[in-house]
């Protein structure tokens, strides 16, 4: 087996937040996760809002300073002082095609601007060469490269936002939601984009939506998350076709079919409740509060990530 | 003539903008029956919002409905008083929007703002419209409503404020519910709770169902009937089986070529090329045309008869009407 090219090792990503006039109380987005993703594969993340997929993704690549634990990349440590370097080689790719662009940047700009924190140029014209071969890639038109973000549609600009974070040639992107905001007809012009890219450069993605279709349909393996941790994490077809968490079964049957016939003959198993505020978690597995399986050591103590066969890993002591 | 509960005829709405007039809606028809779930879909900016403001008659100040005629049991709107009209939308049709949060008032409790809806739209006065407001919580699922009637807004979580926008549509027992994109902004466990809810109460209380989304997922589970959008018109319509299985209009089988197959998850998907159109300057003809891998000469020039598939199933589209031509099935 090849070594894995980007390893997490216990993450945590602890916030500090204001609780009345005394002190504060740290709440816990991300608490102890470990992953690997291997050179040239997509890990789909997947998990309800505020589950700190996000947090994942920003934490890994140093945007914020985790609260502990280790990211190997290459089998090197990312730390404060190297990640500047490292960043040539992990990228990320934002929600908000509309927010994450500056407007006011000329689409040759925001391309070019890992290029020039990086110096991966000599000369302008070799700069520019550049710059165009990127736009092709993605498929934007040369003569869009001196027009502004704010001319372009959705699509286009999640494009402008993928090339500028391909423009570093890196190894790793994280995915923060690449097509949540787009209309679907064009979310697949992206989806394909990503497949080709991956192809072509074998670059590996942690690939974070909330639309667990398109996320079975572009993984080779999926992290399940619940309340900062991962509860179950395995092989794509194996997740969908075989769960085992209790609430990866019930996040799976509520997720609409696009078929008549399949989802009038499915069940939803509905789960009561809401999701606990994660300032105030229930003890032991976070989960148990809405789960129809939890017993009293639920309570007790949090169950850890095991081994099912073929490496489907599960943290649950009733499953 | 037999009548329909909610009946759309040849429904024309502009916005008069300093840009320009925008014609978000040309020529929407269709009919509502009672207990009926008609499901809205179709690309982002194809009018189906405005669809539903225009049946609500609640369009923004630079919007009017500029042609066609909206029959409530037969009775035509545009005669509504503006006192008929308030009665309308309290009592026979209600509506539910996408975001919870901005459609609640943050500085009044939530049992209040339930009072209020429930005072205005019924004979409930007092001591019988708290409990109305309790017994409404309750329909929709929220635990310890004695409690939740004294909170605010802010303290529920988005499901629970859906729910609670639920319940005030309900308030008056309306024939017709109009959801538009009830679930988007909600997880896929909540969002399946909502639709569950809907369904329940679609049964229980025999109210037809408006459901606006753009999901294909939700509406395969939720619709008897779909109405696809496009450029503010209806390319396709029938019943979910035909919509799904024997598209007939480009864009819906477009559509449907885009989402992950999921008998066979590792195929690629087919985008349909090209962006959405500009509702400012809209084409001559067929308004997809310009999306279209098949588009003909006749598709620059005329906006497309809907033919006839089966009884089940009509469509806007040259192709299906040459198919029927060579085949000499159709006079055209
Ligand atoms: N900078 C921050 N300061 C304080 N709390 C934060 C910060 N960023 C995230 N959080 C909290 O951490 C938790 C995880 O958030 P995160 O954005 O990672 O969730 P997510 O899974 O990406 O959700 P979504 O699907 O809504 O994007 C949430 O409770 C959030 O409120
Ligand atoms: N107040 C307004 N002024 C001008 N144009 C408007 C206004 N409201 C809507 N429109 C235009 O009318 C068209 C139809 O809008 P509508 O909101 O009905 O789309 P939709 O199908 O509901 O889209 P979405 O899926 O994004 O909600 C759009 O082109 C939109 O820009
Ligand atoms: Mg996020
Ligand atoms: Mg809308």
Not at chain 1, 255 to 280: C, H, M, Q, T
Not at chain 2, 57 to 70: E, F, K, N, S
Request: hydrophobic share 40%.
């Amino acid at each position: 087996m090849s070594a894995p090219l980007v390893e997490v090792r216990n993450l945590k990503q602890y916030f500090p937040v204001k609780t009345g006039f005394f002190g504060t109380k740290p709440l816990k987005a991300v608490d102890d996760v470990s992953f690997y993703v291997n050179p040239g594969e997509t890990l789909g993340l997947v998990g309800e809002s505020g589950c700190g997929k996000t947090t994942v993704g920003r934490s890994l690549i140093h945007l914020y300073t985790p609260t502990s634990g280790e990211v190997y990349f290459n089998g090197e440590r990312v730390e404060k002082g190297n990640i500047k370097q490292m960043r040539r080689r992990m990228q990320m790719v934002f929600q908000d095609p509309y927010s994450s662009l500056d407007p006011r940047m000329t689409v040759e700009d925001i391309i070019g601007e890992p290029l020039d924190v990086h110096g991966l140029y000599k000369t302008k014209a070799e700069r520019r060469e550049r710059i165009l071969s990127l736009m092709e890639t993605v498929g934007l038109n040369a003569e869009h490269a001196r027009r502004y973000a704010h001319e372009f549609s959705g699509g286009q600009r999640q494009r402008i936002g993928i090339a500028r974070a391909l423009a570093a040639e890196p190894q790793f992107i994280v995915c923060d939601e690449p097509v949540s905001a787009l209309d679907v007809s064009i979310q697949a012009q992206v989806i394909n984009m990503f497949e080709e890219l991956q192809d072509k450069l074998g670059v590996a993605y942690l690939f974070i939506a909330h639309d667990l279709l398109v996320v079975h349909h572009i993984s080779d393996r999926i992290a399940v998350m619940y309340l900062g941790k991962i509860v179950e994490i395995a092989d794509a077809d194996d997740v969908n076709n075989n769960p085992m968490h209790p609430y990866t079964i019930s996040l799976l049957s509520a997720v609409p079919i696009p078929d008549p016939d399949i989802a009038r003959s499915r069940k939803r198993i509905l789960l009561e409740g809401d999701v606990p505020s994660p300032l105030n978690m229930p003890s032991g597995c976070a989960f148990r509060t809405r789960c129809r399986y939890a017993t009293e050591q639920c309570a007790q103590s949090c169950p850890s990530l095991t081994d099912r066969g073929n490496g489907h890993m599960v943290a649950c002591f009733n499953r | 003539m037999s009548e329909y509960l909610l009946d759309v005829q040849d429904l024309h709405t502009s916005f008069f903008t300093d840009a320009g007039e925008v014609q978000a809606v040309n020529g929407v028809s269709f009919h509502l029956d009672p207990g009926e779930i008609l499901g809205i879909v179709g690309e982002s900016g194809s009018g189906k919002s405005v669809t539903a403001y225009s049946i609500m008659q609640i369009l923004a100040d630079t919007g009017r409905i500029v042609g066609g005629r909206i029959l409530y049991k037969g009775d035509d709107l545009s005669k509504f008083s503006e006192k008929q009209m308030q009665k309308f939308r309290g009592k026979s049709c209600s509506i539910i929007f996408q975001d919870p949060m901005t459609s609640l008032n943050p500085v009044f409790t939530i049992g209040s703002q339930l009072k209020e809806a429930v005072v205005l739209h019924t004979d409930k006065r007092g001591k019988e419209a708290d409990e109305r407001v309790i017994e409404l919580l309750e329909l929709v699922g929220i635990n310890e409503p004695q409690k939740r009637v004294k909170q605010y807004p802010f303290e529920h979580s988005g499901g629970m404020r859906q729910r609670v926008m639920i319940a005030m549509a309900l308030a008056c027992e309306p024939d017709i519910l109009i959801a538009d994109e009830p679930t988007t902004a909600l997880d896929v466990t909540i969002q399946a709770q909502i639709l569950e809810l809907i369904q329940e109460l679609q049964l229980k209380l025999g109210m037809a169902v408006i459901l606006v989304t753009h999901d294909l997922g939700v509406i395969a589970s939720m619709c008897d009937n779909v109405v696809v959008m496009y450029g503010g018109r209806i390319c396709e319509r029938g019943t979910a089986s035909e919509i799904f299985y024997h598209p007939k209009h480009e864009y819906t089988k477009g559509l449907l070529r885009s989402i992950p197959n999921v008998n066979n998850m590792k195929e690629r998907l087919v985008p349909i090329a090209g962006t959405p159109i500009n509702m400012l300057n809209l084409p001559k003809g067929c308004s997809f045309c310009a999306r279209c891998d098949n588009a003909m000469k006749i598709c620059l020039d005329r906006v497309p008869e809907e033919l006839e598939i089966n009884e089940n199933h009509k469509a806007s589209c040259w192709m299906n009407v040459k198919q029927a031509f060579e085949e000499g099935g159709a006079a055209v």
